[in-house]
């Protein structure tokens, strides 16, 4: 296993570019894909690119609203004292990493941004205070968890399709939660990968007498002082309103008192409602307005890549849906699908897909309306073939550098760094996923 992961580590240090120079070579890739494959014009796939890449500018910014302001609540004093406590019981790097796995799989399970950002914390915890823990491996140990969000209560495809009036309502109908991620063979998978990833990532850690690659102590330096005169000022009426205990705790309640409106009056969770529970309990866990700010300053560090990087996954995946890449893909995979392997065929088509367009929500959008065409046409459970979907979706993100720059922002890694170990880790919940989906499906047909 050594060999095959000091493999990995190698093959990403030499050739695995940065996650913005991979979003614009995978960029070209899909032009020339569109153009060899689809016999598209290079005026059209332009104009295609053009006109989506800001068609995902709203979802961006809630992507960007739910890291930052997760980053607050994983680092607020009571979550950061919680923190401290968990780590305070770990000694041996391989417990640590074994940690840092289950706590980003666990927050992931609940809140897939809450799940991003705490793992990156917890595993720079511990890297500081267990000596000997891999640095590397710790923080791809944590970001791994983050593939159990795809079974968990914020994945994106199957809430969406438990929503009533979702945008494929009137193909597909209604699935509720008890048919994709609470039935038996889900819980199952969950309860699979929460018990075995943990173990093989452990497995990973450097053996004794092999190099350790430590955290650099420097890294938990604070922030800037304050700046000159701003201690002189703290008696002033602006520096108490600033620090006000009263005005957060009255705009926190009004916060969760809307909450509680909204679920009493009907409402259903997405992802304004996430960012909106989030801002306001952050702010009630910061105790003051001038606290939240400072806090939010450094989360918001952690999303200059989203920023940067969505709009050209929203051009790629314009390209995609408008060439007929989507449905070009799908249908290799499909027309060999019997009823009962369709969601096996839907796992890996979604797999390789998820690399152009690296959101449950916008993958669905153009994946999701064929795949649910060709499960009815054959026969095949709608239930299982969108949650075949969702896992190619999250299994993949295991390799698609993406969703793993918060971790890298709040690491000081580099791609490269991380990602072998990634590998390995993304084969061993592969194996897992098309376990899953393959007796699941021919056992119900």
Known sequence: MNKLTSFFTELMRKYLPDPFVFAIALTLL??????????QGLGQITREWGKGFWSLLAFTTQMAVILAMGYVLATAPLTDRLLDRIVGLVHQPRTAIIVATLVGGIGSYLNWGFGLVIGGVVAKKLALKVKGVHYPLI????????????????????????????????????????????????????????????????????RAGDKVVEVDPAIDKSTEPPAAGELAEQNTIASKLNNSRLLS???????????????????????????????????????????????????????????????????????????????????????????????????????????????????????????????????????????????????????QPFWILPALALSKLKLRDVMGYTVIMMLWVGVIHIAAVLSWGILTH
């Open 249 to 399: 705790l009255l705009i926190g309640l009004l916060g969760v008192a809307y909450v509680a409106f909204h679920f009493t009056d009907g409402g259903s969770l997405d992802l304004n409602l996430i960012n909106f529970i989030i801002l306001f309990l952050g702010i009630l866990l910061l105790g003051t307005p001038a606290a939240y700010v400072a806090k939010l300053n450094d989360g918001i560090k952690t999303i200059s890549g989203i920023i940067l990087q969505y709009p050209f996954y929203a051009g790629i995946m314009a390209i995609m849906a408008g060439s007929g890449l989507v449905n070009t893909i799908s249908h290799v995979f499909v027309d060999v699908a019997t009823p009962g392997t369709l969601p096996f065929w839907g796992l890996i088509s979604s797999f390789f897909i998820n690399f152009f367009a690296p959101s449950g929500g916008g993958h669905w959008v153009i994946q999701g309306p064929f795949m649910v065409d060709a499960a009815k046409e054959i026969g095949s459970a709608v239930n299982q073939t969108s949650m075949a979907v969702m896992l190619g979706n999250a299994w993949n993100d295991l390799v």
């Open 30 to 39: 899909t032009v020339l894909m569109a153009m060899g494959i689809e016999g």
């Open 139 to 206: 923080i791809a140990a944590a970001y791994s968890g983050f593939t159990m969000y795809g079974l968990g209560l914020s994945a994106s495809i199957p809430v969406l399709i438990a929503t009533p009036g979702h945008p494929m309502a009137d193909q597909m109908g209604i699935v509720p939660l008890s048919e994709t991620i609470f039935s038996t063979p889900m819980l199952l998978t969950s309860l699979v990968i929460i018990v075995t990833l943990p173990l093989l990532n452990a497995w990973l850690h450097p």
